[in-house]
């Protein structure tokens, strides 16, 4: 009686993981420093000081029983406040406490936003190149996501295809900016065109579509680049951010769902959110790591590492002849590989050690995605090898 | 187009939570020493110092990038390594790190396991009184809960009732000892029984029937009372357990599923429950606090002041009369009501002060339940208010 849709997941494993994986083994036989690993996105900079020491404190000073007791059901009041607070100072949207919902990472706020507003049969609209992990999130409530091809040229939206594809099945369009993998951040033009035809097409339709907006880069914004606030565009929008990547903690899973007050179900929604955590069993983050995080709101990790790395990288890559949009945040670039086989451009670059990740899991072939979030002095020794694969297999 | 399951999941309001409500409301009123809230589970004795201390003494000499790094996708292997190890020291059973799936405490435990062996359709039964929780972690799967009628004479297993109840429709049967509401701890013979009678119904229906064993009580147990490990007595056993009473830390969502290395499938069961995890984007509990719980895996905060209340609320209830099965465990009593109705029971102890929780949704009319984790020196004035109540309303 093992239920087999779980069972079917084993079997189409991530080929991020698997990458990984392969690159922790190789790095037993020759040592990890010669490893070029740019396969996992995990932070390569310290947690703020003022995170350790706010946890220090907390555990020195607070009543064991609070700082350890039961979160209510939908998140620790002043936790809520404070991130309310910090977004309506930071982006001019009036937040309060009730429309924000603490989740484990922008994974858990995915998951519960997907839940909310897709049911069994409706589709959830991504726009390529997008995060594979997006399928466990929809596939699991029964609803389906469905791809806009990618916009090859800027990683922006290709509108035209973005139109045709927004059928009255549609339930939610998931966008991610700044975006992994392309290291895009949607203008403000794209932002005002794309709330457009969905404010036109939940009119047509006679049902709101709802926008998820999947923002744990949002903090990683390079020098002359401005990253509008999604939600300000438009109404119906539930944002979903992590604290992973601005205050360098993924493993302590905190981030949460942020719905528009805009939004006229806005208080329903996040009840909801409660619901589905009931549901699942996962009765909100941990509250000592809540109150942690809300003491940092406005606080992030150094993370002007990533911008020098890119730089480092698009330099060397637009030398060697590859075509790559240059990203204008996050810690991925998405470069177009040598030949059209991005996987076997992949497995060639494996041989220098270089372990780089083909981007047909990302929706978008011909291309391959890099996670800088490296020393830079391993980046540096990495683009050397760079130029010498790109050298000898390719001739660039 | 906005969920209606978890639309209607909101109108279903808890008992025990409004009930907790009212007694914070009426607390302001009349000052919270004054109201006799036994209606929520929360500990009452402070975490054990040595977690703090392991909290601090990580956050001060670990590199942040490992503390607060992404957990592997089945949990930190050191951790899952000193749970198994403790499991082995303490019950016997030779659990590994490969059986052992980290979540966020019994809650998130139940939910991963139910959704490894029931899916939509299947019948997962529960015996009365139950946890009424255990309804959304069902529910939300697509299975039903299903409910095998109270023993009132012993809160042990109703097993006439319970055969006829096991049919080929049920996937797995969901036990929890120490028990939540009655305080019942199952007898060695309790399990025995239950594990025959379902190794002889898997045999005839030809599929296995698991067993679910919620054990979040399991440190909770009286003088002269022992607690059976369940797992020892049937091979198909998935154990849920939570940190949240035995180290007072409920807020911090820490706990594991064990999947009983005799179980043929132990080792996908636990992979599924990875994949399940990244669908419903938990992805592992905190880092740091699965770390730091592993390093207290042998500690318990100090819970004698449970078996001291409980003695006092027996002894008061037993004296005026109640019928009463004396708890073996946990922190909960759960007499028989003085008159049939036991929400007017409740209703008219309101009067008092005294927050009783009517035992209708734990599935066992007639009877209320008492949860006893509270200061010794206000369970001893309210026994003086439960006195008055019971002499003043009904002449006992």
């Known amino acids: 009686m093992i239920v087999e849709k779980y069972q079917n997941m084993l079997n189409a494993k991530s080929v991020i993981r698997n990458l990984s994986e392969r690159a922790t083994a190789r790095g037993k036989e020759i040592g990890y420093e010669n490893v070029f690993d740019f396969s996992l996105g995990n932070p390569s900079v310290p947690v703020p000081q003022k995170f350790t020491d706010t946890m220090i404190r907390l555990l020195q000073n607070e009543d064991p029983m609070t700082l350890h007791g039961y979160s209510p059901t939908l998140g620790i009041p002043s936790v809520k406040e404070k991130i309310a607070a910090s977004l309506e100072r930071r982006f001019g949207v009036p937040y309060r406490a009730e429309h924000i919902f603490p989740t484990s990472g922008a994974a858990g706020a995915i998951a519960h936003a997907v839940r909310c507003v897709a049911k069994e049969g409706d589709i959830v609209l991504g726009i390529a190149p997008f995060f594979p992990e997006y399928h466990p999130y929809i596939d699991l409530t029964g609803a389906r996501l469905s791809l806009v091809p990618a916009d090859t040229?800027?990683?922006?939206?290709?509108?035209?295809?973005?139109?045709?594809?927004?059928?009255?099945?549609?339930?939610?369009?998931?966008?991610?900016?700044?975006?992994?993998?392309?290291?895009a951040v949607y203008s403000e033009e794209t932002l005002q065109k794309l709330a457009a035809i969905m404010t036109a097409k939940s009119e047509a339709f006679g049902h709101p579509i709802y926008l998820i907006s999947d923002e744990p880069y949002r903090e990683i914004v390079f020098?002359?680049?401005?990253?509008?606030?999604?939600?300000?565009?438009?109404?119906?929008?539930?944002?979903?951010?992590?604290?992973?990547?601005s205050l360098s903690l993924p493993g302590e899973r905190i981030g949460y769902v942020a719905v528009n007050p805009a939004c006229p179900d806005a208080a329903m929604l996040v009840n909801m959110c409660g619901q589905i955590s009931r549901g699942i069993g996962h009765n909100c983050p941990s509250s000592i790591i809540q109150l942690a995080v809300a003491e940092c709101i406005d606080e992030t990790a150094d993370l002007s590492v990533y911008e020098t790395n890119m730089n480092l990288i698009y330099d060397t890559l637009t030398d060697l002849g590859f075509s790559c949009v240059k990203p204008g945040g996050t810690f991925y670039i998405f470069p177009k590989a040598l030949e059209?086989?991005?996987?076997?451009?992949?497995?060639?670059?494996?041989?220098?050690?270089?372990?780089?990740?083909?981007?047909?899991?990302?929706?978008?072939?011909?291309?391959?995605?890099?996670?800088y979030c490296i020393d830079t002095e391993k980046v540096i020794r990495s683009l050397e090898v760079l130029r010498k694969f790109a050298k000898e297999v390719y001739g660039a």
Request: glycine share 4%.
């Open 340 to 371: 059209e086989d991005a996987t076997a451009f992949c497995t060639k670059a494996l041989d220098y050690d270089l372990v780089l990740v083909p981007s047909d899991s990302f929706g978008c072939p011909g291309h391959f995605r890099m996670a």
């Open 223 to 245: 020098a002359g680049v401005k990253a509008p606030y999604v939600a300000k565009y438009y109404a119906n929008t539930l944002t979903c951010y992590s604290f992973s990547k």
């Open 153 to 183: 040229e800027n990683f922006q939206i290709n509108f035209e295809a973005f139109e045709e594809a927004l059928t009255p099945q549609v339930a939610a369009v998931l966008i991610n900016t700044p975006n992994n993998p392309s290291g």
